[in-house]
């Protein structure tokens, strides 16, 4: 059932184009990791809201967000290259030439001839997109460290260096920049920030990191505990968000407690009396407190801040946009206390308080979830292998080239084209039903909803098509 010769025979056949194609889809998404800016991404998705390019670049703002884009267009568009050429070449192009009624001359069983080239097609897809897993794993952890830790970002770089200390072990001890002022004053300036707001920022992650690994405790107790019942891993699960939203359910457990307080260098005493602390002094209703005393909403008021600092200072809205703390500039205050109607302290607080808001978003942008970039590799693997399987199918139902690649390339690329046009009308969607891409939810993916089914309606087709492949190419005539 399985030919040795004959799958050379096709790894040297189409094993260029398909070492171009892996090498291409690995060096872009590669592009994409590593030019991966929070800052930056997020101005160009907030441009784009409101036009026809607010569904491809909503997602921008976070690194697994950019990469969906990838494999939505790109990756797909790719794989389609190499499918339809290599499917092409495979059968109907040896038919067409004359080549199979050498191979069909041979002892060699049609069986093992269309199972043999089969494995390859199948074979080839599965491995490309594992290297592009690969790939993207390796780089993003290279660029980012954001795989087997918490993302490196530039501020803890830098500090480790006014430290003389290795960046890992100051992401895992961000209390230490605290205690060195230069360190400090390296990672504001890495951060564009004043040392007071970057203080305050260094106070928030260094809370949220504890948080993360309290909420990892209190989940793995929780497992121990409800393991032998009936509870969902989701009910069973307590997410740094819960936690943060509700820390009085890491008070009674020991173990959280003492994982929360190792990230912030404090005793578990310590620890519990500065949670007790935030839990009566809640900074979101402080931060209501706050929003309600102002005579508009703090996205207007900064807006108009910026605006009216820009202007004193002589600099542009995107230079103040970049570095807020520009606006604490005494004549900047001034001009901007007057044009929003808010006390220049107030004001200030505002000002801290959008940056440091802003750096948390940034850091979360880079966080890497393994499974979720599993699941986008997955599922682009297994549309390619069904999309394949079309024009496998095709190329063993016609005898002439020109007539299979209507079929096994037209099909997939109108597929492919209509996915393009649904994302840039609602008004279009019922399209969906009539294409195979829209089975690939990556939307559904990113954010943990229910994919599984249409992946595996995915895999079923690609099954049948190509088990067809198999019976079309056995029972054919052909022209020997």
Not at 50 to 65: A, R
Not at 147 to 169: F, H, L, N, W
Not at 208 to 214: G, L, N, P, T, V
Not at 327 to 340: F, G, N, V
């Amino acid at each position: 059932m399985f030919s040795k010769a004959i799958f050379k025979q096709s790894v040297r056949s189409n094993g260029t184009l398909w070492l171009v194609i892996t090498l291409v889809a690995s060096a872009l998404l590669s592009v994409f990791i590593v030019q991966f800016d929070p800052e930056d991404f997020a101005a160009l998705s907030s441009a784009a809201s409101g036009t026809s390019f607010d569904s491809v670049l909503s997602g921008f703002d976070s690194i697994l967000g950019t990469l969906e884009t990838f494999y939505k267009t790109i990756a797909i568009l790719l794989g389609l290259v190499y499918i339809i050429f290599s499917a092409n070449n495979l059968v109907v192009n040896e038919v067409d030439s004359g080549s199979m009624a050498y191979t069909l001359s041979t002892p060699t069983k049609r069986s093992t001839v269309i199972f043999t080239k089969m494995a390859y097609m199948i074979g080839s897809i599965v491995l490309m997109f594992g290297i592009v897993f690969g790939v993207g794993l390796g780089v993003s952890e290279v660029t980012h460290h954001n795989i087997t830790g918490e993302p490196m970002t530039e501020d803890v770089t830098a500090a480790a260096d006014a430290m003389d200390r290795k960046p890992s072990y100051v992401r895992s001890h961000l209390y230490m920049i605290e205690d060195d002022k230069y360190a400090v004053q390296s990672g504001a300036e890495a951060r564009n920030m004043d040392k007071d707001a970057y203080k305050q920022y260094l106070d928030q992650a260094i809370l949220r990191d504890s948080y993360d690994a309290a909420a990892e405790k209190l989940t793995d107790n929780r497992k121990d505990k409800y393991e032998d019942t009936d509870k969902s891993k989701s009910a069973i699960e307590i997410t740094q968000d819960e936690l943060s939203k509700n820390p009085k359910l890491m008070m009674n457990d020991n173990d959280a407690l003492e994982a929360g307080a190792k990230v912030t260098g404090q005793s578990v005493s310590d620890y519990r009396n500065s949670i007790n602390d935030e839990i009566k002094n809640d900074s979101a209703d402080k931060q209501k407190e706050l929003e309600k005393s102002l005579p508009a909403s703090p996205s207007i008021i900064m807006s108009t801040a910026q605006t009216a600092g820009a202007k004193a200072l002589n600099t542009s809205e995107s230079n103040i946009s970049d570095n807020m703390s520009l606006l604490k500039d005494d004549k900047a205050i001034k001009a901007a206390s007057e044009a929003t109607k808010v006390p220049e302290d107030q004001l200030k607080t505002l000002i801290d308080s959008s940056q440091v808001s802003a750096a948390l978003k940034s850091d979360e942008s880079l966080e890497f979830d393994v499974e979720t970039f599993t699941w986008l590799n997955v599922g682009a693997c297994l549309l390619i292998l069904a999309m394949g399987s079309i024009s496998f199918f095709a190329s063993t139902l016609f005898n002439r080239s020109n007539q299979a690649m209507i079929l096994g390339a037209g099909l997939p690329f109108a597929f492919f084209l209509i996915s393009l046009v649904i994302q840039q009308s609602d008004s279009l969607e019922n399209l969906k039903y009539v294409s195979l891409t829209t089975l690939y939810k990556t939307d559904e993916i990113l954010s943990n909803g229910d994919f599984g089914i249409p992946l595996l309606v995915l895999g079923g087709i690609a099954f049948v098509l190509y088990a067809a492949s198999a019976v079309i190419f056995q029972k054919k005539d052909l022209p020997l």
